[in-house]
């Protein structure tokens, strides 16, 4: 999706993946740091608990915090929101999952992360 949007090569290995978001200064969080799942099924999501974001948000400049679909959302806003006092946007998960949406439409509802880079 960040390949797509942002008109790089897409990467192939873990180090390209990496080298994409330092070279745009993307950084990339976990809400939940761990849980019960069955499968990757969000609806079966039980004993979430949250990643700790706030050292990351002392040590950069973090400007604008998203979520990759409704269930990272939900988690963000319920564990990580009020703690940090920062909202979050919330855009269309990139998930296999989500066939309702085209590349191509996550694309362009993806493009609002452009305005931060």
């Known amino acids: 999706m960040l390949a797509a949007l942002l008109g790089a090569p897409l990467p192939r290995t873990v180090a390209e993946k990496r080298q994409l978001l330092l ?50 959302h939900k988690y963000y806003n319920r564990y ?14 990139t998930s296999p ?3 309702a949406w085209s590349v191509e439409k996550l694309v362009e509802a993806w493009g609002v992360i452009r305005e931060n880079l």
């Open 97 to 99: 999952a989500n066939a």
């Open 80 to 93: 990580l929101r009020d703690t940090l006092g920062r909202e979050a946007v919330c855009l269309p998960s």
């Open 23 to 72: 070279e745009h200064r993307i950084a990339v969080w976990d809400v939940i740091g761990s849980c019960e799942i069955a499968g990757s099924a969000d609806s079966s999501i039980r004993d979430a608990r949250p990643n700790d974001i706030a050292p990351l948000l002392a040590a950069a400049d973090i400007r604008q915090i998203y979520t990759n679909g409704q269930t990272a």
